[in-house]
């Protein structure tokens, strides 16, 4: 041991233990499996940018809620289509037979109790059609990245574009039936009916000339519907949306007209003579240049 202590300090080495001292902490590091600060750090700010809530892109689904006529006027209309169903079942199948049975009773009592028990039914659902409950529209990518986006699609709505119409007809709960834009018509205002639009496909425009009753029949008993136009309030997921989509619908009996204005509108503002906006005349020509 001397001579190497001898020689240790000769040679001016330094001992080994404030070495090993400075290591420890590395060691303990490495054999626990901790992250060295810069590394925690970089994966603290990972984190928090893969956990933050990411920006949508559509403001709106592509399946939109426009209308919603509520649950109070939904209920009260379901009582009515089963109180007048309650009529006819109880008419046809429990008095009318007891007509026939009964040897006092006159000939025209069966017929006149067949007849009374379902005219209700069938004079609810001419005159209201489907009662519309909800209105879905499938909207496109651009018409749902802002409100102003949906507000410009509902002013010039494509023709194609799928309409999903919620009603209660003739049965006591809501059927679903999805419908063309360019297939809708306005009904006008009448005292004998409550419905107010109409759905025409392409088959029965096509075919009404040739059966005009099989047509009539087809449009009063299965497409005709009644949207409610006096709602205190809009409980659509997008307000106003419907109300400027009812005026792009036509009414029965003047379609093409708004086509056929702005035809005429374009065709006269590309054919007419330049005139002053104040005196309704030609301009002067302009001056001839000098040479």
């Known amino acids: ?10 040679c001016h080495i330094r001992p080994l233990r404030p070495v090993l001292s400075s290591l420890r902490p590395i060691a303990t590091t490495l054999r626990h499996g901790a992250t060295p600060a810069p590394a925690r750090a970089a994966n603290a700010l990972f984190r928090n940018a ?26 009260t209309f379901g009582f009515l ?22 040897p006092a009773a006159p000939w025209y009592m069966f017929p006149l109790v067949a007849l009374g028990s379902t005219i209700p039914f069938l004079l609810t659902g001419i005159a209201f059609g489907g009662y519309v409950h909800h209105i879905n529209i499938h909207l496109p990518a651009l018409a749902r990245r802002s409100k102003d986006d949906l507000m410009r699609f509902a002013a010039n709505v494509p023709p194609m574009t799928k309409v999903e119409i919620k009603s209660m ?8 039936k999805r419908v063309y834009f360019e297939d809708l ?18 088959s029965i425009r096509e075919n009404v000339g040739k059966h005009p009753g099989w047509s009539w029949l087809t449009k009063v008993f299965m497409g005709r519907y009644c949207v409610s136009r006096s709602q205190i309030k809009d409980r659509s997921r997008a307000p106003g949306v419907w109300d400027t989509m009812w005026e792009g619908i036509p009414v029965v ?39």
């Open 1 to 10: 041991m001397l001579p190497l202590r001898a020689f240790g300090q000769r």
């Open 50 to 75: 893969s956990t933050q809530p990411k920006k949508p892109l559509h403001t709106y689904p592509e399946s939109l809620n426009v209308f919603n006529t509520g649950a109070v006027p939904t209920v």
């Open 81 to 102: 289509r089963i109180a007048t169903l309650s009529v006819l079942v109880y008419g046809i199948a429990g008095v009318a037979p007891s007509m026939l049975t009964d």
């Open 169 to 176: 007809w003739f049965r006591p709960w809501p059927v679903t």
């Open 185 to 202: 018509r306005r009904l006008p205002r009448s005292y004998m009916r409550a419905s107010n639009l109409e759905h025409v496909p392409l």
């Open 253 to 291: 009996g003047e379609e093409g007209v708004k086509e056929d204005v702005k035809k005429k509108a374009v065709y006269s503002m590309a054919n007419r003579s330049p005139t002053s906006s104040a005196t309704g005349r030609r301009p002067p020509p302009p001056p001839k240049s000098k040479r």
